[in-house]
């Protein structure tokens, strides 16, 4: 396939150069052949890993800012510590030394933060970190993913080209992609904020209240329980909206979409009021409900302007 690619662009390279009798506008058409070249054969990367520990006896929070690069996090340890592997990769051996990991340490926080002196050309951090279950947690990237398990403070994390994946969030979290992204939260104890742009997000095994939002993308919603003083509220543009609810959930429920139907598979008491049996009132209940499930306590808004909602049953073993 490279020899392949490499033979067709080289032929365009001579064609090009054939065809133009000017000698600077063959230049220009000589070099963007070139960058075409770059981006269909993958280039060799220079890389390197390096690995260090920071000792946190009084901070309070973790922040990470990564411009380019994925960052994975754990909390095994009751260490007062914290352990960086960092795998750097740049286009040339000098840019790859241009690369540094910067920290700085405050009464409250460490930042860590990868940084290239030499700005242009192409460069990335992979970090993978071992925190402390105290430290809370604000994680930022640019262009990668991010990955978490077993969070037991409170955890702030947000890309803007990546995935967001969280295995046991004990605490609060606020996942959000900014443009492009999936999230996937699983086992989700308490109050869970979601937000993205372009992407599915799957919120599994929550206990508390759940906040999610996406412009194009589905949102699917799996709640162990559904507690008195919750809040799930759910919207998508273009994206279908599936909760699936405990038999046993009370909780008032305001569900409407403008070009999608809507579905529930739980008894619901609908709010009184007053209408004409007629072509309109069936399809106005085929768009959404105002009612109550069971006695009503906690609060469910479902929204959707062009896609499908569904509140279906779930068994709880």
């Not at 970090?127 to 991010?146: N, Y």
């Not at 969030?169 to 992204?181: D, I, T």
């Not at 209940?285 to 009612?291: E, I, R, S, T």
Request: charged fraction near 20%; glycine fraction near 4%; hydrophobic fraction near 35%.
């Amino acid at each position: 396939m490279k020899h392949k690619t490499f033979s067709l662009i080289r032929f365009v390279l001579v064609l090009g150069i054939i065809a133009s009798s000017d000698k600077c506008a063959a230049d220009t058409f000589v070099d963007k052949c070139k960058n075409l070249y770059k981006s269909v054969i993958p280039q060799k990367k220079c890389t390197d890993s390096t690995t260090q520990e920071y000792t946190v006896s009084k901070q309070s929070k973790i922040i990470i800012q990564n411009d380019h690069g994925s960052i994975n996090i754990k909390t095994e340890w009751n260490q007062n510590k914290v352990f960086l592997k960092a795998t750097k990769a740049a286009s040339t051996q000098e840019k790859l030394a241009h690369i540094q990991i910067k920290a700085q340490l405050t009464n409250d926080s460490i930042l860590i933060q990868p940084v290239c002196s030499k700005q242009e050309g192409d460069w990335r951090v992979d970090m993978e970190l071992i925190v402390p279950t105290a430290l809370a947690l604000h994680v930022t990237t640019e262009q990668g993913d991010i990955k978490a398990k077993s969070l037991h403070s409170e955890a702030y994390l947000t890309t803007t080209l990546g995935d967001i994946e969280v295995d046991k969030a004990h605490q609060k979290l606020v996942a959000h992609s900014k443009e492009k992204g999936k999230i996937l939260i699983n086992h989700a104890e308490n109050t869970v904020k979601a937000t993205t742009y372009y992407g599915d997000i799957t919120i599994a095994d929550a206990q508390r209240s759940v906040l999610a939002q996406s412009h194009s993308g589905k949102i699917e919603l799996y709640c162990n329980q559904v507690p008195s003083t919750s809040i799930i509220d759910l919207n998508t543009t273009h994206g279908n909206i599936i909760t699936h609810l405990p038999k046993d959930t009370n909780a008032r429920i305001n569900a409407h979409t403008k070009k999608g139907t809507f579905l529930c598979k739980h008894f619901i008491t609908l709010n009184p009021f007053t209408t004409k049996l007629d072509v309109n009132a069936w399809k106005q209940f085929k768009k959404g409900a105002d009612g109550v499930l069971g006695s009503g306590e906690a609060q469910i808004t479902l929204n959707s302007i062009n896609s499908n909602i569904k509140v279906l049953e779930r068994e709880i073993s």
